[in-house]
């Protein structure tokens, strides 16, 4: 028995193997079943195989001469290293950007793309100027119970980082209640048009000149305010009008809408104990138009919170070969990818929230218009996003004819013009329009709504 015990304590590479192997399984069934339990399965499925088959090897080891065991262990280290420079030089560098974008953006333009995160130029920016700020987006409030009071705007009067689709990052100098607007839109008391919706009007990753707002202004010379942010749903949008517009008058409240994900967000929003008040009191107000300081102050804590986890996120990437996993994950997936077209949502409150919209436009004698924004996956054929596409148009559009709601449907407009998926989004990618795109549509819209 003692000698048995001997033999196997010279296998001291098989049983650091051993060790390994049924480490990384238990870690794995830890993350799948109590810390991840709404990841698909095949995402941790993949590392249960691979762990289970570590443990096996480990435990044939056993029979292998330490010799040969060295030989081992000198081809592991080597193949190690060489994942870690790979993961280096062709994520981690350049912050996931293939190079082959990177020289697309050189050739058309003649700049370097900017390869830095937003937290990245935010530090180099914060060097020059301090009045520099990243985006943050009510969204991020969803998940917090305890809040005093529920943001629905960022950072006023600061030079805003947004986001990079088109080879540069899109910034703005924020108005004074933290919106991407002129300052001076908030000193008119009639207005022709509101804008309200999610990053397409908050203006994502196209300067302001480039933007829907933008574009409109410059062909109608009409006066538009924009209550946007990224991620806003529908819910938003609703309080955004409660809390920002009832001093203001005007013609037309236009409200965009994102297929992708408009409907889930709003349901999100409808869960928060704060924004129900919206819905259970007509007269409920934050008042937030007049605490901008409190808004300043928690977006301010919120950002620095962020920044630090940023940073310490793009370190634990590369020891732990995020983006490796991820490619090599994704490779499999695409061969087994499903494509299910299964429409599974709540048109309940859907149909509620717009009721409540439509209200509020007619208290202002104004007339709602419905800007149907249709998503990538339409007009992509990368399996990876055309399977998770539903294509529920018939049925949203079907609510608001029925309101005598004015619709102003982007598929019908973006099929009139025969744009590609190259014409319409940056480097024919999944993301927003790009400067092109963003010019056509607002056309076309600036055109529907004059007409």
Known sequence: MNSLIRD?????????????SITFFIYILIK????FKNLEDQYYNSYLILAFTMILLSFLSFKIQ??????????LFVILITIYVFQYFFFYKNNNIPLAKIKEYKAMTGNNYDVRSKYQIYEDLKKIDKDVAVSIHPKYYLNKSNLTFFPLSGLSNKFTIYCNENGYYNTYKSDKHGFNNPNKIWEEKFLDYVFVGDSYVHGACVNYQDTFIGNIQRLSKKKILGLGYGGNGLFFSYALLREYTLDKEFNSLVLFYFEENDIEDTEREFKHPILKKYLSDQFFSQNLINRQLEIDQLSQNTLNSEFKIAKKNSIS???????????????????????????????????????KIQEFSNSKNAQLIFVY??????YSQNNLYYSKFIDDSEIILDILKKKNVKIINLIEKIKKKSLTVEELYPFGDYGHFNEKAYSIISNEIYLALEN
């Open 8 to 20: 196997i304590l010279k296998k001291r590479n098989s049983l650091i193997y051993v060790f390994f």
């Open 32 to 35: 799948k079943y109590f810390y």
């Open 66 to 75: 330490d010799k040969y065991l060295t030989i081992v262990n000198y081809n």
């Open 317 to 355: 990437r590369l020891i732990r070969l995020n983006d490796v996993r991820d490619l090599i994950f994704n490779i499999f997936k695409k061969k087994n990818i499903i494509k299910s077209h299964k429409i599974n949502r709540n048109y309940k409150n859907f149909e509620k929230i717009i009721n």
């Open 373 to 378: 924004i249709p998503q990538y996956a339409r």
